[in-house]
Antibody, heavy 119, light 109 residues
Framework: QVQLQESGPGLVKPSQTLSLTCTVS??????????WSWIRQPAGKGLEWIGR???????NYNPSLKSRVTISVDTSKNQFSLKLSSVTAADTAVYYC???????????WGQGTLVTVSS | DIQMTQSPSSLSASVGDRVTITCQAS??????LNWYQQKPGKAPKLLIY???NLETGVPSRFSGSGSGTDFTFTISSLQPEDIATYYC???????????FGQGTKLEIK
């Protein structure tokens, strides 16, 4: 059973960089044709896809966030990571990592981690 | 951009009722449409993939149908544990990626 777990600071100051890591267990992040995504959800609102990385290391980002987002993978640790720069209060949200099978379907999700942007 | 219109935004029904949620795409997305259930404080859970396929382990009272632009999600007999927010999700060509409907909050009458 694949499991994903987000980790990282729960509080980030405005203008700084938000950094989160997703640790994958129950399977190798580099096996199979899976995409690994970050998705966020502000309190009481809907879901927004941030970006994804393929097992090859190729990345795709939501155009609305592309200038501030970097997603990377560390296959030796079975982890992938998110960096979001120049954060503002609007970036306060629960951040989820998720796996996509056949590119289209998000079948496994982490439990989510709340990141608050505040001074 | 492909726009997804999910309705209703909220729904109140009684235990045992048949519940239907719709999702409309602004252009043809074939059957690239998934449905998720999100309970308060929890991550979304995949229920239906490719518009009509039940994910393994999901109760058979959940179903989905549709293709092209119009999709329907149905709970055949509402149970108390089905109280949640439901989202449709489509996959668009890059760079847009994954987009979600606005969500339907389901409550018990």
């Amino acid at each position: 059973q694949v499991q994903l777990q987000e980790s990282g600071p729960g509080l980030v100051k405005p203008s700084q960089t938000l950094s989160l890591t997703c640790t994958v267990s129950g399977g190798s992040i580099s096996s199979g044709s899976y995409y690994w995504s970050w998705i966020r959800q502000p309190a009481g609102k809907g879901l927004e896809w941030i970006g994804r990385i393929y097992t090859s290391g190729s990345t795709n980002y939501n155009p609305s966030l592309k200038s501030r987002v970097t997603i990377s993978v560390d296959t030796s640790k079975n982890q992938f990571s998110l960096k979001l720069s120049s954060v503002t209060a609007a970036d306060t949200a629960v951040y989820y990592c998720a796996r996509a099978r056949r590119e289209v379907t998000l079948d496994y999700w982490g439990q989510g981690t709340l990141v608050t942007v505040s001074s | 951009d492909i726009q997804m219109t999910q309705s209703p935004s909220s729904l109140s029904a009684s235990v045992g009722d048949r519940v239907t949620i719709t999702c409309q795409a602004s252009q043809d997305i074939s059957n690239y449409l998934n449905w998720y259930q999100q309970k308060p404080g929890k991550a979304p859970k995949l229920l239906i993939y490719d518009a009509s396929n039940l994910e393994t382990g999901v109760p058979s009272r959940f179903s989905g149908s549709g293709s092209g632009t119009d999709f329907t999600f149905t709970i055949s007999s509402l149970q108390p544990e089905d109280i949640a927010t439901y989202y449709c999700q489509q996959y668009d060509n890059l760079p847009l990626g994954y987009t979600f409907g606005q969500g339907t909050k389901l409550e018990i009458k």
